[in-house]
């Protein structure tokens, strides 16, 4: 008997942008930026005396953002009591996902989820609706990934908190250093049959555009499917390089139908276009139209 936890889709956001909730000009002009998602900041772009006033905005920057049809999401402190609070400002219908920075441990994750479960029902909002996105940012999570990435059926993704993750090991923030953290992140995810985020590098070093291109492109083929950032350059390249081709969904499709062929013919792989597919290349190969058609969908919510 498979007693697999079943967790919620993930959207198919490739770019999901940082912005300090608290700063008008910046949410003002967030939806003109391009990103499939905007995280809106409670935590570590907000000095702690301007935490109540960041709250009491949340609401109307998450309608403001999603206003062309990109999803928001927001970034809370993970301290219990500051976490209560952000929560009891952020769960609303225009909040798509909660951030939880700082993860260590499944029972952190839990803990959060009862709460939103409580406030989607004593405010009327559909069960389920909020999503959650556990961030790894230290060693001592690294040993704990599988019970993160399957704590609840609300997570749909876990990432790579790069430059405090960076700190507590005690290394440079590169992509030679990060990768390890990164792939294992990955294979958690898989594991439990969510979606991975992140890349192998720093997210503070959107200076060199053409480089940080280099860096997504490997991550795509490291098989991440998005990535959080904090500048719309970084936007721009995530959606591209993240962003299925035609050529390559078409070919999917193709593989597809001519295997589900080959199966009726009694065969399991078959040849397609000079390469042997088989089951592994198939589940790829609908991985990718599904990641196609979410990006593509009118609603990235």
């Known amino acids: 008997m498979d007693n697999k936890m079943k967790h919620a889709t993930y959207p198919g956001w490739r770019s999901l942008l940082f912005i300090p909730v608290h ?170 049959g969510i979606s991975p985020l992140g890349f192998p590098g720093s997210i503070a070093d959107y200076s060199n555009i053409d480089a940080f291109r280099k860096t997504i492109q490997f991550a795509n083929q490291l098989g991440f499917v998005g990535a959080f950032c904090i500048h719309p350059k970084q936007a721009t390249v995530l959606n591209e390089e993240l962003m299925p081709s035609v050529d390559a969904v078409e070919n999917a499709k193709g593989l597809i139908e001519a295997f589900e062929q080959g199966l009726a013919e009694g065969r399991g792989a078959v040849e397609y276009r000079g390469k042997m597919i088989d089951m592994p290349v198939v589940i790829s190969a609908r991985e990718l139209i599904t990641r196609y058609e979410k990006i593509i969908a009118p609603s990235k919510g």
């Not at 909660?98 to 803990?111: C, L, M, R, T, Y």
């Not at 939103?116 to 029902?121: D, K, N, T, V, Y």
């Open 23 to 192: 700063v008008d000009k910046f949410v003002a002009k967030a939806h003109t930026r391009g990103a499939d998602a905007y995280i809106l900041d409670l935590e570590d772009s907000v000095p702690l005396a301007e935490k109540a006033l960041a709250r009491s905005k949340v609401v109307g920057a998450a309608k403001q953002v999603s206003v062309d049809g990109a999803a928001a999401l927001v970034r809370i402190n993970l301290d219990e009591s500051m976490a209560h609070q952000d929560l009891e400002a952020s769960v609303d219908a225009s909040v798509a996902a909660i951030v939880i920075p700082k993860v260590e441990s499944a029972e952190q994750v839990i803990s959060i989820a009862k709460k939103i479960s409580q406030l989607e029902s004593d405010r009327g909002i559909q069960s389920g609706h909020t999503l959650l996105i556990a961030m790894i940012e230290s060693v001592e999570a690294l040993p704990k990934l599988d019970e993160i990435a399957d704590a609840h059926p609300r997570v749909i993704s876990v990432t790579l908190g790069s430059e405090d993750f960076s700190a507590s090991a005690g290394m440079h923030s590169i992509p030679e250093t990060l990768l390890m953290p990164n792939q294992m992140i990955a294979y958690a995810c898989r594991r439990v």
